[in-house]
């Protein structure tokens, strides 16, 4: 299944509101997940079956979706949140993966 | 604390061989798959697999047949990636996950990668 991300890359500012789309190529009910890569570092679970939170992940993160379109939000960015942030379907094997966002604080 | 460690670098010549090690602690190692994610320079993820650690049996991705091999020692707790006949495009960074539910397959924990590098 192939699954695309938009925007590929995007500017924003320390309390900006940021939602990042993720499209998947057939339909997959909830089982969408989402991860946050910072330069160097292993990916790290935010969110799982499309809204459910990580624990320990800040609350400002927040998903939703099903079917085909999801969205991963930011509420209000802060500059941790400065990263590369994949989705990833858990529908059905291959397990694939987004290409990605790269997310940078102005 | 749940951790996967991973094995250091490995620089390779190509058509050499590697194997990356991940050790598990932290919880009982039958109970979650293991899977591998690789990742190039400047690329994005890609899922090459996983092993059951209750049955040994491998599951590979497509692309990832013949070369690659997955195994298990669970006296230690550890999986294992080898790569046989290196090339230079298996130049890359390989991740083990764990996976905590698999009818949602996310991976809840990671290792801190390898970087394999292949170059004459």
């Known amino acids: 299944i192939q699954m695309t991300q938009s925007p590929s890359s995007l500017s924003a500012s320390v309390g900006d509101r940021v939602t990042i789309t993720c499209r998947a190529g057939q339909s997959m009910s909830n089982y969408l997940n989402w991860y946050q890569q910072k330069a160097g570092n292993a990916p790290k679970l935010l969110m799982y079956a499309a809204s459910t939170l990580e624990s320990g992940v800040p609350s400002r993160f927040s998903g939703s979706g099903s079917g085909t379109d999801f969205t991963l939000t930011i509420s209000s960015l802060q500059p941790e949140d400065s990263a590369t942030y994949y989705c990833?379907?858990?529908?059905?094997?291959?397990?694939?993966f987004g290409q990605g966002t790269k997310l940078e604080i102005k | 604390q749940v951790q996967l460690v991973q094995s250091g670098s490995e620089l390779k010549k190509p058509g050499a061989s590697v194997k990356v090690s991940c050790k598990a602690s932290?919880?009982?190692?039958?109970?979650?798959?293991l899977n591998w994610v690789r990742q190039a320079p400047g690329q994005g993820l890609e899922w090459m697999g996983w092993?059951?650690?209750?049955?040994?049996?491998?599951t590979y991705a497509q692309g990832f047949t013949g070369r690659f091999v997955f195994s298990l020692d669970t006296s230690v707790s550890t999986a294992y990636l080898q790569i046989r006949s290196l090339k230079a495009e298996d130049t890359a960074v390989y991740y083990c996950a764990r996976v905590r539910d698999p009818r949602y397959y996310y991976f809840d924990y990671w290792g801190q990668g390898t970087l394999v590098t292949v170059s004459s």
């Open positions: 092993i059951n650690t209750n049955t040994g049996k491998p």
């Open positions: 932290g919880y009982p190692f039958s109970t979650y798959g």
């Open positions: 990833q379907q858990g529908n059905i094997s291959p397990y694939t």
